[in-house]
């Protein structure tokens, strides 16, 4: 079951919660004001750039315009 993250328009409260159903009217528990529902931020987005981080050209005879 997915938990979201929701985030009070009114009184900037922030607060996760189970969500049953796609239904579900979520209301800010302090002020019963609307809130907005923020994106799941798991592990995604960490792009660790190994692949692309290869060392610039070291090595012997390399020089060719010597
Ligand atoms: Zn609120």
């Given at each position: 079951?997915?938990?979201?993250e929701y985030n009070?328009?009114?009184?900037?409260?922030?607060?996760?919660?189970?969500?049953?159903?796609?239904?579900?009217?979520v209301k800010c528990p302090l002020c019963q004001g609307g809130v907005k529902k923020l994106m799941s931020t798991f592990s995604v987005g960490h792009d660790d750039n190994i692949s692309g981080n290869l060392p610039?050209?070291?090595?012997?005879g390399m020089?060719?315009?010597?």
């Amino acid at each position: 079951m997915p938990i979201y993250e929701y985030n009070c328009e009114h009184c900037s409260y922030k607060f996760d919660k189970l969500v049953m159903s796609h239904n579900t009217d979520v209301k800010c528990p302090l002020c019963q004001g609307g809130v907005k529902k923020l994106m799941s931020t798991f592990s995604v987005g960490h792009d660790d750039n190994i692949s692309g981080n290869l060392p610039p050209g070291v090595g012997p005879g390399m020089c060719t315009n010597c």
